[in-house]
């Protein structure tokens, strides 16, 4: 009996779209191997000082062939069920235990077409650029190029609009909770929309959070002027409870914004029984515009790693995906948001250099090993070597020295601009402008290439100086 049991095959893995990596104490690559064959890049940190996993964008939500009958297709459950080699064989948020902060670095569908799965719950953050609000807001299908894929424009609402170089503070502070401390709107919200107190248990007050409100029950059945989005709402609605779609009906077509404006208080209200304690995320947001308008980067202090999103990355063995600069981005503000990470950067390694001098373990590299001993018996140490700024992208490439790679692209697109980099390919893509393909030949070449619209290469070497290239 025993050598039976002994032969009895073991119990399979899951199977997963995702493939997941540690990449530093509290943070993990997982790469999406997804129908558009983008493969993006998010992150997760499980942070070590507040209830919360930040995520960088959330994948195109949407599996290749190989992958569309895996037990674990969609982020949320990958994250919350899946269990990850790298984490003891364990999920990364067992059962949804942590709530989410999602960092988009930008509003292209590779990395938010995810994001609906995070509103159950009504407790999900969403930080996007205060740079890039007006791109967002005007025409996020368009911006977000969903149009192109075929897909539904998703539905949600940024609850963080972060400023240039802001330091994330949680739980985040909103306009309407500034707003609603002078003002009755929010006990009259109950009143004007009866039973939904109610409908939200387990989730912030309505007084509090009417934007999430809005988003936990406009979830299933997101409002928009494309014919194929309300097609698939009115589907969706069939299974809805009548109470929930009345509520979100009258929440798609009530103006918060008109309504916490207009209204006079009529009477003064009380001040807030206590006062918040805020933690420091130990995240910087970085705008850099350039793939877009809302591009941004974030930093994490703790681990010192920096999170680039689509501004740049190396070609991949795979997929040799070139840095991709479509009709909206702008090269100009590129190179000077490049230049604003290499200072950045520099910055950062000069400070964990001076503490490392000093004696101080923060800037100390933990990896150091002890040497051999000597001939006098005495046990020679090597000098601890400084901790360095390490640099992720969303797409290929991710723990790369910082400097090193930010020197390699200034170099490689200073060469791009001058005309010494051959044009391998052009050919007119899907918005109906030329592109072209920038890249290297040879062994020795830099694994980077530009794929752009060949208008904003124009304007770029005649505002630096390089009209005349030789092409």
């Known amino acids: 009996m025993a050598g039976r049991v002994s032969q009895m095959a073991k119990p399979s893995r899951p199977t997963t779209s995702f493939s997941t990596k540690r990449i530093n104490a509290t943070t993990f690559v997982i790469r999406e191997d997804d129908s558009f064959a983008e493969h993006p890049l998010i992150y997760a940190k499980v942070h070590p000082k507040a209830p919360v996993i930040v995520l960088s964008d959330t994948g195109s939500d949407e599996p290749s062939e190989e992958h569309k009958h895996d037990d674990y297709i969609h982020l949320r459950t990958h994250l919350e069920h899946c269990p990850i080699p790298d984490n003891n064989d364990q999920p990364l948020n067992p059962s949804g235990k942590l709530k989410y902060i999602i960092i988009c670095t930008h509003c292209h569908y590779d990395h938010t077409l995810g994001v609906p799965q995070f509103l159950r719950g009504g407790t999900t953050e969403i930080v996007a650029s205060a740079a890039g609000r007006d791109f967002i807001e005007s025409d996020l299908e368009d911006h977000g190029e969903f149009g192109n894929i075929g897909r539904p424009t998703p539905f949600y609402q940024v609850t963080k609009w972060a400023q240039a170089f802001e330091r994330l503070q949680y739980p985040f502070e909103h306009d309407w909770d500034v707003r609603g401390r002078s003002l009755p709107c929010a006990d009259a919200m109950p009143n004007i929309f009866p039973g939904l107190a109610m409908s939200t248990q387990g989730s912030p007050p309505v007084s509090a959070l009417p934007t999430r409100l809005r988003q936990a029950a406009m979830q299933q059945s997101p409002p928009s002027s494309n014919p194929s989005q309300k097609k698939l709402g009115t589907q969706l609605q069939r299974h809805q409870p009548l109470d929930a779609l009345h509520a979100a009906t009258l929440l798609d077509n009530f103006d918060f914004d008109a309504f916490l404006n207009n209204t006079t208080p009529s009477y003064p209200r009380p001040l807030p029984a206590q006062i918040v304690k805020k933690t420091d995320l130990g995240i910087t947001i970085i705008q850099t515009p350039g793939h877009t308008p809302d591009e941004l980067a974030w930093y994490d202090h703790d ?82 070597s400084p901790r360095r700024v390490k640099i992720s992208c969303a797409h290929q490439t991710y723990s790369v020295d910082g400097a090193e790679i930010l020197a390699e692209l200034e170099s490689f697109s200073f060469r791009v601009f001058k005309g010494d980099v051959p044009v391998m390919e052009t050919k007119k893509w899907h918005d109906g402008e030329m592109y072209d393909l920038w890249r290297e030949k040879g062994e020795e070449r830099t694994p980077m290439s530009i794929f752009c619209a060949r208008r904003l290469m124009e304007d770029a070497r005649r505002f630096f100086g390089h009209a005349e290239s030789s092409e």
């Open 303 to 384: 681990e010192m790693h920096l999170y680039v999103g689509d501004s740049f990355y190396r070609e991949g063995d795979e997929d040799e995906m070139p840095i991709i600069f479509p009709r909206y981005g702008n090269l100009i503000e590129w190179v000077f948001a490049m230049q604003k990470l290499a200072v950045f950067v520099r910055s950062e390694n000069a400070q964990a250099a001076a503490i490392a001098d000093n004696g101080g373990g923060e800037g100390e590299d933990q990896s150091e090993s002890i040497g051999e001993e000597e001939e006098d018996d005495w046990v020679h140490v090597p000098a601890s």
